[in-house]
């Protein structure tokens, strides 16, 4: 299982009790030792390393065995298209559940391209498939943008060629922005606008510059894995399978 595979290369064993001293009904730690344990095909199986994580492992697979949804479809991480069903899927879950917290948001763009790992496959949805396709812990993050960091990040996602957004539509010429609509309204180029990102994207990650001065910022407090999580969940509850589409959101000429 890949979850554990750091520990099959190397342990370290922090803090291993050397000596306990009896103090009435109490024992107190006088000495600590640390050493490494590496883990390689040249050492021999040992039981009791085996014995000490193979509880976890073996509740951590049925947690991530644990089916949480279905798909319709396959959604297949393709970054060589201005739209995806991955994309469209993932950003419109979480701007879905970004509105629980703040229903003023004008549009999402939750992740880069690179930020989405994996494919998430047709039928099943595993809770493995949620942590593979977003193994980071990134936060959901709104942000109130100026203007020109608006037509900013509207700019990276054109000269990027598309990006995972939810809430936008936008043509693609000579790698600039066209005919671009917001919330289902045209672009106002005057106007601040309410953004859901995640803070790795904030913070610069891919090279994205357009939150390092916003006018106002707002922790949801949620892990983006978390709310895909609860996305899914929910629809499965209400007896919904998941099934993107294609919108022409971000096309290119």
């Given at each position: 299982?890949?979850?554990?595979?750091?520990?099959?290369?190397?342990?370290?064993?922090?803090?291993?009790?050397?000596?306990?001293?009896?103090?009435?009904?109490?024992?107190?730690?006088?000495?600590?030792?640390?050493?490494?344990?590496?883990?390689?095909?040249?050492?021999?199986?040992?039981?009791?390393?085996?014995?000490?994580?193979?509880?976890?492992k073996i509740k951590m697979e049925q947690e991530m065995n644990t089916v949480i949804g279905h798909s319709e479809v396959l959604m297949s991480k393709n970054d060589k298209v201005p739209e995806n069903l991955l994309r469209n899927f993932f950003s419109d879950a979480l701007l879905h559940e970004a509105l629980k917290y703040d229903p003023t948001i004008d549009f999402a763009m939750p992740s880069t391209n690179g930020g989405l790992r994996v494919d998430i496959p047709k039928g099943e949805v595993k809770m493995a498939n949620i942590f593979e396709v977003m193994p980071f812990e990134n936060e959901m993050v709104i942000f109130t943008l100026a203007p020109s960091d608006v037509q900013n990040l509207l700019n990276f996602i054109a000269r990027t060629g598309g990006q995972p957004v939810a809430g936008l539509r936008m043509k693609i010429v000579n790698d600039q922005p066209t005919e671009v609509m917001i919330n289902g309204k045209p672009y106002d180029p005057a106007r601040n606008?309410?953004?859901?990102?995640?803070?790795?994207?904030?913070?610069?990650?891919?090279?994205?510059?357009?939150?390092?001065?916003?006018?106002?910022?707002?922790?949801?407090?949620?892990?983006?894995?978390?709310?895909?999580?609860?996305?899914?969940?929910?629809n499965e509850a209400a007896g919904k399978t998941i099934n993107p589409k294609l919108d022409g959101r971000i096309t290119k000429n």
């Open positions: 299982m890949q979850y554990i595979q750091p520990l099959r290369k190397y342990l370290a064993l922090t803090a291993i009790p050397f000596f306990l001293i009896s103090c009435g009904s109490h024992y107190k730690l006088v000495k600590s030792n640390r050493a490494e344990y590496k883990m390689n095909n040249e050492r021999a199986v040992d039981s009791t390393l085996i014995k000490t994580y193979l509880p976890y606008y309410k953004i859901l990102t995640s803070d790795y994207v904030a913070e610069g990650g891919d090279n994205v510059q357009s939150f390092k001065k916003p006018i106002e910022k707002k922790i949801v407090g949620v892990r983006m894995r978390d709310a895909l999580i609860t996305y899914i969940k929910e």
